[in-house]
């Protein structure tokens, strides 16, 4: 698994957060920052499989980071459970629509894409918060040649 970060530099966050750094932590930490896309609790640990942490070990510390505000946890629609990095000290984008694909499930972050609310409701929807996403089908599943499989 290739550092993108420092040490010190997760190190830091983690002080900034009000966290003590630890093993697990800054292991979390490493896969959220390498991942291009939203990962579920199991995909991070079996990330961590060589690094011998247990399924519950993994849990909790995904939580810290998220109740500390550094991972942000999502839903998209299937009731699993997806954590992201949410700080500026990542190129991930703070607020960002995802794209959930109807036939294999992948799930794409869209960090150039913006969407706005007009009307009468968007001050209300702005203070609690909100999630976007997009349903439909990648270009993989689009494929003529999977397409004349499914027919």
Request: charged share 30%; aromatic share 4%.
């Amino acid at each position: 698994m290739k550092k993108v970060e420092s040490v010190a530099a997760r190190t830091k966050v983690l002080h900034d957060a009000g966290l003590r750094k630890t093993g697990p932590r800054l292991a979390v930490l490493q896969v959220l920052e390498l991942a291009k896309s939203p990962l579920s609790h199991a995909d991070v640990a079996d990330e961590l499989d060589d690094e011998t942490l247990d399924r519950a070990t993994v849990y909790r510390n995904l939580m810290a980071l998220t109740d500390a505000g550094l991972v942000r946890r999502t839903d998209l629609g299937d009731h699993v459970w997806r954590f992201e990095l949410v700080r500026e000290y990542t190129a991930h984008e703070m607020a960002h629509p995802h794209f959930v694909c109807t036939d294999c499930g992948v799930v794409s972050c869209m960090p150039g894409v913006t969407v706005k609310i007009d009307g009468g409701g968007a001050a209300s929807v702005a203070r609690k918060g909100f999630e976007v996403q997009l349903r439909g089908v990648c270009g993989s599943c689009d494929s003529p040649k999977l397409r004349r499989r499914h027919a």
